[in-house]
């Protein structure tokens, strides 16, 4: 070989190798240096989807329904130490798992004294009583643990009257009609064992609260040591003893009134027609001159009441909780009520919670499961968690997801939600098969029973708004967290039942869900698949899926209603809705260009920490609507466009208040201040909402 | 060439350029997709320290300082432009700058109809009448912009007596004695300009409204549009006319007044026996049953007032807000009080400008500067500012860095912040050098005049608290914002004044700070280089550099407060201060658990997704306690360990408050209740802080 033949080779060989470090360098992407961020995995879903189980959902409802579990009750106990064991599973458990117990304010009937309600003739005998307890129809309606039905919080007292007292009631009965929860229908042969319907001597638990939470700690987590307001000055307890009756004895006491015929719309299916009275009927079962004695010995009692929490600790971000809950204690066994929701809550936390301890998978966030104490006293142990954890739970939850009830019944599925939420739960919906006939999914099955006409999406399903019938009304009114409540229900043309007709009754058992509501459980399925893949969504997608531009709607649905319901009578009073007009037309603008941004960043590969930056604006818009002093009479309720609505026009809250008691009573220049006042109020929410949603770096 | 030559040498330069890949590769780590986080430069840092001009401060000070500058006024106007121009500037500005007004209800003196004090003979003639305007002792106190002294907010009338209605004043005069301001002296020889004592003419303006913002809009910004209180309604203004006026006028008055000696500690340098009236001396200067009589005119203005706000835009975490201001706006030409802080800014806006421009520098956080307007008739910018976006920033702001009055004097440096900003103040202050003699560091001679014993650290600077007299008031009470503000200050064993002589005076000008106060401006320059400092080690250090387990020692101390001088009062009461010394041990644990995670991450290359986490438990601590309605009768003041506190006790001014109340009034159960729900409230938030601190994972 000739020298210049090497040196030839030998630099035509460092050629090559720094060509080839060159390439190796710049032309392949390091993967172990820039990892694809977490997102949502579709097989995981798939897989999550495909054993989520509803033989499982139902042998959980079995187990959970077996005993009345009353707050507090040892029964209540007992499935505290379920949900532990279940969430502390080495195979199908959580990361971690505790209870944490409040010392709270609940309301008993007593047991050696029952509540009565007789009809005493004029001798002072009693001549007609009222049942006190439910008829034991299937066995289980006469355990010592079936609770009398009693209405919580309602003060003892013996009252005695016929509807007599024109302008001081003494004393309260309430029944519920058969025309509003079974059909009209009431004979024992149509109801519960032999249909769905609530048999006659089935009465509606509940409380009589008018608040929620703990009533001793309003805004303070009921620990032991907390300051407790005294007795004397609580507010919210009815003012007059209370006391639910079934409707066989609304029947006999009902239809043997005498007086002028009651209003129509009064009318109900006992079969006779309803008077107003004073006093019985002449030609009735009693004395004329016979009085109704209610006697009424609630007891009030501080409660240990406990919430069960477990987490699964999210990979990416930890500090990113997105919350799923229900309650746990029931009136009497309660297999609707909470029972379905929790029945699949545990169908969810063992599918996820065995991937998870097979390594298979974990959360890009953290998924908290709760099951909240005491919801039927009033929301108490939701409510006691966000007053200990306001702060914490405000910063870094991403949405809070209810099932309580999960299936009403089998037609389809029904979700109350903020906007933000309605794109996740039709992400999912679409992609899950609705039980029943036919080849549908859940969502073209949702849009056939609840459906509006969207000016930006057409025909879609219906989301309801969320008041405080369940415990996520802590989350979405003191913390301005997005939430949502899911759950499967009525074909309305099928029934007229105000809700399913044994709620809160002692006949709201596993055998009734499993032979009438839910045979098969596909729907508790249904909504426990829905459920799942709204979670894995908000807990695994690398860009949040809530989508904020669809406050849009709303902003601009309350706007119309304003400016065509309320603008006349405003202009009257010389308050001009045009800065309204310009903060929802800001809003408008600003989520869409946010919107812009995100398509525009899903296309390159953005990096976590501005993904990071953008989901926060979209996780922490809803906490821009909370104002605490918007709406100081009422309580823990701060949010801007969801407070409670008395006015009848459906526009901001705040706004249709002020407005109705300014019209309504011959009101001056101070109700109408008010009226300003609150709409500035409004106006500077949606401003600060359009502010948050700019671009970080202009303020 | 043979065949098999050819091939082995294509074979072997295959292996040539593969190898190259390979090592190319896996062996030269890639820069481009794992850069080293961006964090604090030391070399930029010192750049800035190095480019803080002295002279350019002196330069900014006579621009500011040229006119009086009246909230509101033209000039103020003015200098509005003068900020936008400098933020705007190509060379040496921010990436934006911008201008927002509020409409906000101001106080004057009636320009046609001047506030007088006279003092009327037996006769009705005027006798004696005090001076309207300061003496024009250097040219700058005569001019049409020089507002004459008043109590803005003082309500109009023409009150007359003299100190008799003993139970029914009905006008108020105030002064400043030359014992509280000028050392005892008092003659025009002793006082500016031929020292820095206030002249006898002299008379300090002032808001005497009780709380801070706009009056007309509390919680509500005064855009236009907002709701406003009908003036009959506002609450806070003093309820009758009252007016300043100099000491050379207080001591015609006061010097002849009759009646029983005052108490000891009322006395002072006006070279006479204050006396406390009715009537004057017999043998004075006015006949014995003269009046005085006050003539107010005062008008209350909605006036425009801006607030100017610049913008460096965050390289990596733009929605992380270093928030740095001042206010804008002086009584007269305000070279002090305003406008040596603003002097300052500007100085430090320019070189940070300057680096951005160059394209030298970018934060890795967003840095805004701001400019209050109206901050003298009570902070009406900031919180007017914190009302518009009180969300956005709340959620998004590192810390407040407020620098008003720049150099009280230049004695040393003087820091009031809450407890997570002293570890970044002491280190910036450690690395620069003091002014004035000898080669110590800020720090060092800091600790000469203001030091304590830390527990944790030894002697140290010791910090003030902060109260509501800067626009830093808002930010700390409202939102609850790590908050500071640096000065320069006096040496106490030189000077009692109780606060720079001409301090809201005609004499508060630029030649008064140049001759008297801050010679050559290295006491300016070192406050620039504090704050420069801070707010670089804010806006680009990786991890941030507030350290809340620092707040452990004030929770410490207040809590041994609590049980040294409350504890045997509380227990007489059976209220228990065990819940509270739980509260602070568990958080004392916890933020010393944190502290120890963030040092093991700082040893290794931590993941910025990862230290965003923890940054934000760090920035959101300030946040935890604050509870809107922890103190309903003190507006905007939320943060329940910094609100103020009338209680003598130096503890949790709520639990201070309420056992003051509870012990002082022979007050029943209901006092001791509250102090209950106080104890309950601290309990509850410190428990809270103590929850954000721990692994973001654990709930």
Known sequence: MQWTKVLGLGLGAAALLGLGIILGHFAIPKKANSPAPQDLDLEILETVMGQLDANRIRENLRELSREPHLASSPRDEDLVQLLLQRWKDPESGLDSAGASTYEVLLSFP????????????????????????????????GGPDV????AAYAPSGTPQAVNAAKHGVAGVLVYTDPADINDGLSSPDETFPNSWYLPPSGVERGSYYEYFGDPLTPYLPAVPSSFRVDLANVSGFPPIPT??????DARDLLCNLNGTLAPATWQGALGCHYRLGPGFRPDGDFPADSQVNVSVYNRLELRNSSNVLGIIRGAVEPDRYVLYGNHRDSWVHGAVDPSSGTAVLLELSRVLGTLLKKGTWRPRRSIVFASWGAEEFGLIGSTEFTEEFFNKLQERTVAYINVDISVFANATLRVQGTPPVQ????????????????????????????????????????????????????????????????????????????????????????????????????????VARTAGSVIL?????????????????????????????????????????????????????????????????????????????LNDQLMLLERTFLNPRAFPEERYYSHVLWAPRTGSVVTFPGLSNACSRARDTASGSEAWAEVQRQLSIVVTALEGAAATLRPVADL
């Open 110 to 141: 007593s047991q050696e004294q029952p509540n009565v309600v007789d009809i005493v003739g004029p001798t002072g005998g009693i001549i007609h009583s009222c049942h006190r307890t439910e008829e034991n129809v299937t066995g289980e309606q």
């Open 147 to 150: 609770v009398q039905p009693y």
């Open 243 to 248: 006391q639910p009756i079934g409707f066989q």
């Open 423 to 526: 794109t996740v739960v039709f992400s999912a919906t679409k992609e899950i098969r609705s039980p029943g006939p036919g080849d549908l999914s859940i969502y073209d099955n949702w849009i056939r029973y609840f459906n509006r006409s969207s000016p930006v999406y057409g025909l879609v399903p219906s989301l309801g708004s969320l008041g405080a019938g369940s415990d996520y009304a802590p989350f979405i009114h003191f913390l301005g967290i997005s939430s949502m409540d899911i759950a499967y229900t009525y074909d309305r043309s099928k029934t007229s039942a105000r809700i399913y007709p044994t709620y809160h009754t002692a006949f709201d058992t596993f055998d009734y869900v499993d032979k009438f509501l839910d045979p098969g459980f596909s729907s508790h399925q249904a």
């Open 537 to 613: 969504r908000l807990s695994d997608s690398f860009f949040l899926p809530l989508k904020v531009s669809d406050y849009s709607e709303t902003l601009r649905s309350f706007l119309q209603a304003a400016q065509q319901d309320l603008g006349a009578l405003l202009e009257q009073h010389s308050i001009s809705l045009g800065p309204l007009v310009n903060a929802v037309e800001k809003f408008e603008a600003e989520a869409a260009a946010l919107g812009q941004r995100i398509s525009t960043l899903q296309k390159g590969s953005p990096d976590p920490l501005q993904v990071r930056m």
